[in-house]
């Protein structure tokens, strides 16, 4: 079909990343998500110099209970003062997930999915938590 953006599709150099995973058993959906993840999404390396602190020299922010749950983004809320989580199932089958956050309040979530479930979180301040729509409007 053409349009007007048919003459200036696909211009220029084009890069494209790939890998062929080998699967031993059962289709694990998990690990593929994972897998793709890891290929897609490279580490930020950020170089910082030894210093006097509090933290220690690993941490994370967030962990998710469930391998079939993947944690997609954690960001400040639109209209701050919140962090707002999305997470989704990716197994195709219902799934109960606890998210914990150990640098806000220790805040622990428990979520139920249904299959391919997306989810957006609106943690507060105080680690009390509701599930919003994708533009954070509360609701509960």
Request: aromatic share 8%; proline share 4%.
């Amino acid at each position: 079909i053409k349009d007007e953006f048919t003459q200036v599709q696909d211009l220029g150099v084009q890069e494209l990343r790939y890998s062929l995973v080998p699967e031993v058993g059962a289709f694990n959906p998990a690990a593929s998500v994972k897998k793709a993840c890891q290929v897609n999404q490279k580490p930020i390396v950020i170089y910082e110099t030894f210093h006097k602190g509090a933290l220690p020299l690993r941490d994370s922010y967030a962990s998710v209970s469930n391998d079939e749950i993947v944690l997609s983004a954690l960001k400040p809320s639109e209209n701050g003062g919140k962090i707002v989580l999305r997470l989704y199932e990716i197994s195709g089958k219902e799934n109960q997930a606890e998210v914990a956050l150990a640098h806000w309040k220790d805040a622990k979530i428990s979520l139920h999915f249904k299959p391919f479930e997306l989810k957006t979180v609106c943690v507060n301040a105080d680690g009390t938590y509701c599930e919003t729509d994708l533009l954070e409007n509360d609701f509960l």
